[in-house]
């Protein structure tokens, strides 16, 4: 059973980058696209991006300029730099799976939160 | 983008009921519609791909149909554990968007 576990910090200053990874187990990261997803307190869920094993991406227009999604196979990992955050960046994020046959996420991290505050 | 709009954004069941979300699409999607259940406090649960394809291990009390723009989520017959809210989310193309939720709570 392919397991996934956020971990980074839970407070960030605004102006400054959000880093997070996600560490998966159960499963090798290889042959499969790995997804970032939030969802703002009380809020819906918003895709970040995602990356192929390779190392290839593709991010939300909407974030492009901020984000970047990065691939240790090595450590069967993948992580997640959101730049220049502000309070609006206050979420849960989420690390997924992703089928890329018909496009759904089908393993998910538990979250963690994430508050931009000074 | 592809905006994805759900209807009701929330509604009030009873054990026993048979319940339909519906969710529409700002543009054909072709049958690239996927649904999930969220509980409080816990990661989205996939249910349904391919529009009415059910995932493993997901019971056969859930159902989707639909294609082209209009799509629905059925749960024939409401147990406990079904009150969560449910997103639906296209994967015709990038950027992947998500509706805004539907709550299903106790009557």
């Known amino acids: 059973q392919v397991q996934l576990q956020e971990s980074g910090p839970g407070l960030v200053k605004p102006s400054e980058t959000l880093s997070l990874t996600c560490t998966i187990s159960?499963?090798?990261?290889?042959?499969?696209?790995w997804s970032w997803i939030r969802q703002p307190p009380g809020k819906g869920l918003d895709w970040i991006g995602y990356i192929y094993y390779t190392g290839s991406t593709d991010y939300n227009p909407s974030l492009k300029s901020r984000v970047t999604i990065s691939v240790d196979t090595s450590k069967n990992q993948f992580s997640l730099k959101l730049s220049s955050v502000t309070a609006a960046d206050t979420a849960v994020y989420y690390c997924?799976?992703?089928?890329?046959?018909?496009?759904?996420?089908?393993?998910w991290g538990q979250g963690t939160l994430v508050t931009v505050s000074s | 983008d592809i905006q994805m709009t759900q209807s009701p954004s929330s509604l009030s069941a009873s054990v026993g009921d048979r319940v339909t979300i519906t969710c529409r699409a700002s543009?054909?999607?072709?049958?690239?519609l996927n649904w999930y259940q969220q509980k409080p406090g816990k990661a989205p649960k996939f249910l349904i791909y391919?529009?009415?394809s059910l995932q493993s291990g997901v019971p056969s009390r859930f159902s989707g149909s639909g294609s082209g723009t209009d799509f629905t989520l059925t749960i024939s017959s409401l147990q406990p554990e079904d009150f969560a809210s449910y997103y639906c989310?296209?994967?015709?193309?990038?950027?992947?968007?998500f509706g805004q939720g539907t709550k299903v709570e106790i009557k």
């Open positions: 997924a799976r992703f089928q890329s046959n018909w496009g759904y996420f089908d393993y």
């Open positions: 391919a529009a009415s």
């Open positions: 159960g499963g090798s990261i290889s042959s499969y696209y």
């Open positions: 989310q296209q994967s015709y193309s990038t950027p992947r968007t």
């Open positions: 543009q054909t999607i072709s049958s690239y």
